[in-house]
């Protein structure tokens, strides 16, 4: 119940004053004063009342009963039959002969303020492999660097603003389509030499529990086009699918499962270190996590007994929730 923001009665309160006049017999003077209105706005209430029942003491709306100078439907028909030839709002007004702001709050009201609106939307294809292996997907994040305190903590925002040239780093993300098994590393860069050596790792880690990669789908990012990056999918036999261009959804779980590591720790008490921070690796050897230190379970999966091995099952579960969403 949408009710006026000045008003000092709602429809029950309303119509209790009412049936305190007319049941209770109650003065209209004393019911308008328990109700904290004027004895004139009492009055009218009851006149709406016995006009129109108790439905008459909601709201009404506030438009005028005759607006003169409002578009007529038959051009408000002609506008929506010309937008739907593609037309332009700028067109539109030309050829009508409208004001060009006449014609948008019309288009906005009509929901076809924008040209998209008239494409039909693609129907959504969900896809879930059967066994693990069959397909994983690989995307990078890019996160900016924290140098020092933020003011979220701090409150103070003083130079915030000028503070230039803390760098960025990559979140690089590897997700099992069927088990949901991810493996993430945070590199310097995105370039092509760390994704060939993220590849590699993340197919031994995978291999370590179980997972042989057969297919692997990433966006067309220049590192995930590069020669380097098609050899070594060569040398490993695994085929290469890429997503259709500025098609997000396809990659929505690598994409997604780096919101969980980019979100956490930005409001958190400071302490000497970044969250989860891997030593710095150099080139053919692997980072160090307490998944690798953690002995495969038996069904292939990462023991839930570590915290780093935790959040690669929370991030599979915040993966499967985003995945239902797109």
């Known amino acids: 119940m949408d009710v006026h923001q000045n008003a000092r009665l709602t429809p029950q309160g309303r119509a209790l004053m009412i049936r305190r006049i007319l049941d209770e017999g109650w003065r ?55 937008r739907r030839e593609r037309l332009t709002g700028d067109a539109i007004a030309r050829q009508l002969g409208l004001k060009r702001s006449t014609v948008g709050g019309i288009l906005r009201r009509l929901g076809l303020g924008r040209l998209d609106a008239l494409d039909p939307k693609q129907p959504v294809i969900r896809y879930e492999q059967e066994r693990p292996g069959e397909l994983i997907h690989i995307d990078t994040k890019k996160l900016g660097k924290i140098d020092g305190i933020g003011h979220r903590i701090t409150g103070d925002r003083r130079g915030q603003s000028s503070k230039r040239g803390t760098g960025w780093e990559a979140l690089h993300v590897a997700v099992d389509d069927a088990s949901r098994l991810a493996y993430t590393e945070l590199l310097p860069n995105e370039r092509k030499d760390s994704a060939v050596a993220f590849l590699e790792r993340a197919r031994a880690w995978f291999a370590r529990h179980g997972v042989a990669v057969e297919r692997l789908m990433t966006d067309n990012g220049a590192a995930y086009r590069s020669h380097a990056f098609r050899a070594a999918l060569s040398r490993a036999g695994i085929r290469h699918r890429r997503t259709r261009p500025y098609t997000p959804r396809t990659t929505a779980r690598p994409s997604a499962s780096s919101r969980p590591a980019s979100g956490n720790g930005s409001t958190q008490a400071p302490t000497g270190h970044r969250p989860n921070e891997l030593p710095p690796c150099r080139s053919g050897s692997a980072p160090t996590t307490a998944a690798d230190r953690t002995p495969p379970s038996a069904d292939n999966r990462p023991s839930a007994a570590s915290p780093r091995t935790t959040s690669l099952v929370t991030t599979a579960r915040a993966l499967n929730h985003t995945s239902n969403l797109n």
């Open 28 to 82: 209209v003077a004393d019911a308008a004063a328990a109700a904290g209105l004027s004895e004139r706005r009492a009055r009218e209430w009851l006149r709406r009342f016995r006009a129109g029942g108790e439905s008459a003491l909601g709201d009404r709306r506030s438009t005028p009963a005759r607006s003169p100078h409002a578009t007529p439907p038959e051009t408000i028909a002609a506008i929506e039959r010309l």
